[in-house]
């Protein structure tokens, strides 16, 4: 058995999310990339996978000779290209994850230029409200919002986005202008659920913070819902700054209580603790940390 080439097969099969699946992206026989498998996990003596109604399931073994596959596979393809005077050539696919309207506004334009600058690389940009574990879900690069826990992940601070209490001209003439955070307790207001770091209705008072809320007026999941609700003057929300940059400016939405606002949340680009990184990681790192930190400057 041909340890390298069975490693492979397992990495794209995982990835691909079923046997099927792995066996058209190496253009292969499905009964070869089953056969592999099924000689890797007998060399292991240990179940890698598990198929489900869903597809693959990865068992705890799995992933964690999934990910030493993956990075032995890298040190090897990188070896190969040095030796063959080649290193300067990255290639290969980069998974990388954002929330939806940051990543949108922020992180996809420099992605794209990235991709020009580095033809051979493939990416796969997960854009979505809520955090994915960078180890179950094979997530070489992800941006997150807020504090972060403490982990074995390596993070780097790219800026900081505001929390943003709003509401729409119509809504502040019908109902009044808060002028404290004490008056929301009159007002109605727009619950939102779905997206790990939502602000807080939070705010500062001499140094200390407190949260009053609003009545609930209208829960939805979405930010993009909450946002049109707010818009049709329905209550006041709470968002980050650049979720509703462009309603700001155009004075469809008109920020509240600006001195009582609490301290911004710090914005990090993070990723897992190998090392030394592969060079494509390495090399998308230092593209985006720089460009993001110009994007978010003050």
Not at 124 to 135: F, N
Not at 177 to 182: A, C, G, I, L, M
Request: aromatic share 6%; glycine share 6%.
């Amino acid at each position: 058995m041909d340890r390298f080439e069975a490693m492979s097969v397992l990495v794209a099969v995982v990835e691909a999310g079923s046997l099927s699946a792995g066996a058209r992206r190496l253009h292969a026989p499905l009964a070869t990339v089953s056969r592999k498998v099924a000689d890797l996990e007998k060399h292991l003596g240990v179940r890698l996978v598990r198929r489900t109604r869903r597809g693959l399931a990865v068992t705890e073994e799995g992933r964690a000779f999934v990910a030493a596959s993956r990075r032995i596979l890298e040190e090897l393809e990188a070896a190969e290209r040095q030796a063959s005077g080649e290193y300067g050539a990255l290639r290969g696919g980069l998974h990388v994850t954002a929330p939806i309207a940051f990543g949108e506004c922020h992180l996809l334009p420099i992605a794209l230029d990235f991709l020009k600058e580095q033809p051979e690389i493939n990416l796969r940009l997960t854009l979505v409200d809520r955090q994915l574990s960078l180890a179950d879900e094979h997530v070489d690069v992800a941006l997150r919002i807020g504090h972060l826990a403490d982990s074995a992940l390596i993070a780097t601070r790219v800026g900081a986005v505001r929390r943003v209490i709003c509401a729409s001209p119509d809504y502040l003439a019908r109902r009044g202008v808060p002028r404290q955070p004490d008056d929301l307790a009159q007002h109605d207001g727009i619950s939102f659920q779905g997206f790990a770091t939502a602000p807080e209705w939070r705010y500062r008072r001499d140094g200390a913070a407190f949260s009053v809320e609003p009545r609930s007026k209208l829960a939805v999941n979405t930010t993009e819902a909450a946002i049109q609700a707010a818009l049709a003057g329905i209550g006041i929300i709470r968002v980050l700054s650049y979720q509703i940059s462009d309603q700001l400016r155009s004075g469809a939405l008109q920020e509240l209580l600006t001195d009582f606002a609490p301290e911004p949340l710090p914005v990090n680009v993070i990723h897992g603790p190998a090392e030394p990184l592969p060079p494509k990681v390495r090399c998308f790192l230092d593209w985006i940390v720089p460009r993001l930190r110009a994007r978010m400057a003050p």
